[in-house]
């Protein structure tokens, strides 16, 4: 199993609707979440990042984090054409380790 | 936005020659970290640094070295380049006490 998963395929939606995309961990004792945009052939840029239970929100940009179960989503409102890109879940493991795991992404067009 | 530069932003090279890649942050920050990313694929990590002096390997790390002997300077070396090689690679920094990982626009090598 890995240790990031993003499983969805390419997230096709109409600008303006909302995007959803969804993150699964396998180290119950991971203790942060982020999010991160990669335009192709570009570098990963952080927008989100959570460490509690619950929702987080930044402008069209929400987090959801549910460590019982083990996930973690992304919400994008209003979804513009500048939104098409790579979406990135990185999770932070246990105390005194300082790497992130990183998913493959899940890529989002959003249609005019 | 993060201060990370890094150098050459394109490379291509012969079989077996040493190729150092730099990467340089005005941050101060003390943790540097290097991954390889291949198109739609996970970021894998080569190396990472807690500070001056030192590094540790990551998952991808049996065909490179780094070195720290600065806190703002990270270079990564290929002893003898390989068409396997051939990837984008990412320089990353973050603040200790801080999970936020900051990235560089990265150098895409190409090894014929």
Not at chain 1, 37 to 49: A, H, T, V
């Given at each position: 199993q ?5 499983n ?26 982020f ?23 930044d ?54 | 936005?993060?201060d990370?530069?890094q ?23 003390d ?13 894998h ?68």
């Amino acid at each position: 199993q890995k240790e990031v998963e993003q499983n969805s395929g390419p997230l096709s939606v109409p600008e303006g609707a909302i995007a959803s995309l969804n993150c699964t961990y396998s180290d119950r004792g991971s203790q942060s979440f982020f999010w991160y945009r990669q335009y192709s052939g570009k570098s990963p840029e952080l927008i989100m990042f959570i460490y509690s239970n619950g929702d987080k929100e930044d402008g069209r940009f929400t987090a959801q984090l549910n460590k019982a179960s083990q996930y973690v989503s992304l919400l994008i409102r209003d979804s513009q054409p500048s939104d098409s890109a790579t979406y990135l879940c990185a999770v932070g493991p246990r105390y005194g380790n300082n790497r992130l795991a990183f998913g493959k992404g899940n890529q989002v067009v959003v249609i005019p | 936005e993060a201060d990370i530069y890094q150098t050459p932003r394109y490379l291509v090279i012969g079989t077996g020659k040493k190729i150092t890649l730099e990467c340089s942050q005005t941050m101060g920050h003390d943790k540097m970290y290097w991954y390889q990313q291949d198109p739609g694929m996970e970021l894998h990590l080569i190396h990472y640094s807690y500070g001056v002096n030192s590094t540790e390997k990551g998952d991808l790390s049996s065909e490179s070295t780094v070195s720290r002997i600065r806190t703002e300077h990270f270079p990564l070396t290929l002893e003898s380049a390989r068409p396997s090689h051939t990837s984008q690679y990412l320089c990353a920094s973050r603040q200790g006490g801080s999970y936020e990982q900051y990235f560089g626009p990265g150098t895409r090598l190409t090894v014929t």
